[in-house]
């Protein structure tokens, strides 16, 4: 089979229009931010940037298949000592767009730069929003799942009577648990907070993402063979990283600098042959995982 990794040079408004639609099965992409980015992107105002990027977001509803995530890493930022509310009144306006707004991730930057400011303290998060045309998607969990670790020696050392039965939520939301039933297993699946250090000085690009990123939501919504695009591909991570994995590739940049870097590192077609899959060894991870 041919994995195949499409880089274009432009402006994604425009060459999104010339994408089919229902084509793609995973949306990975950095915008840039608010009002940052000047000497490269232009540097979108915070009072103009759902303006600016309603007309994309319909473009990627239209290219995402139903069955497809899109997942958007953004940040706000503050002025005059005050959050921007542009990302919030985005999610909105992408809801009535037809999006559904399914979850939200966190990005832990682990080495994020110490500093001081009067009235906060330090950024070492960003947002990571999922959304979907539904509520039904294509989602592979198994694929994410962690070590136990020292909770399941603490936790399950001891169980109580309500440990061992389904003990439905207290609030009639119709959730419930067993702690019982995670008594022998080895995995577990993670929690939608990311733990992984920032990548900017061997990338040549101000504010590129550690591939740990891309790497963990391909593995969680995408399958070998499936298509990924970047609408703002930048330093080429989530290209570069798809390609790797076995995923077509779709990648959009308008600066020429960036565009050619990645052209000269990524392959235009790759040859994979298809192998059985591993049986899955639940006490033996193949790889540490960089999500607790």
């Not at 992107?41 to 509803?61: N, Q």
């Not at 603490?154 to 067993?178: A, E, P, Y």
């Not at 591939?211 to 399958?223: A, C, D, M, V």
């Not at 330093?235 to 050619?260: C, F, H, K, L």
């Amino acid at each position: 089979m041919d994995i195949k990794s499409e880089l274009y040079l432009g402006d994604c408004r425009l060459v999104l229009k010339d994408i089919p639609d229902n084509s793609v099965d995973l949306i990975f992409t950095s915008p840039p931010y608010a009002d940052q980015r000047k000497s490269t992107y232009g540097g979108i105002a915070a009072e103009k940037y759902v303006e600016w990027f309603l007309p994309i977001t319909s473009e990627l509803l239209r290219v995402l298949k139903p069955s497809g995530t899109f997942v958007l890493n953004i940040k706000e930022k503050v002025v005059n000592g005050e959050r921007s509310t542009y990302v919030m009144e985005l999610i909105i306006e992408m809801r009535k767009q037809g999006w559904f707004w399914t979850e939200e991730f966190i990005w832990h930057k682990k080495n994020s730069y110490p500093g001081k400011w009067p009235n906060r303290f330090r950024d070492a998060w960003e947002r990571l929003l999922q959304f979907n045309k539904s509520k039904h998607f294509s989602m592979y969990q198994e694929e994410v799942m962690v070590p136990m670790g020292d909770w399941k020696k603490t936790r399950l050392k001891n169980l109580s009577q309500t440990d061992k039965i389904r003990d439905n939520s207290k609030v009639g939301s119709g959730f419930g648990k067993n702690i019982s039933n995670w008594i022998d297993r080895e995995l577990a699946y993670p929690s939608n907070v990311l733990h992984l250090a920032t990548e900017c000085s061997n990338k040549n690009h101000s504010a590129a993402f550690p591939e740990g990123l891309p790497e963990w939501f391909i593995k969680l919504f995408t399958q070998n063979g499936d298509t990924v695009l970047d609408p703002f591909m930048g330093s080429g991570t989530t290209n570069i990283v798809a390609q790797r994995m076995y995923r077509n590739s779709i990648g959009i940049e308008i600066i020429p600098e960036y565009y050619e870097k990645v052209k000269s590192e990524m392959q235009p077609v790759q040859y994979m042959l298809f192998e059985p899959k591993p049986s899955y060894e639940k006490d033996q991870p193949e790889r540490r995982y960089s999500v607790r």
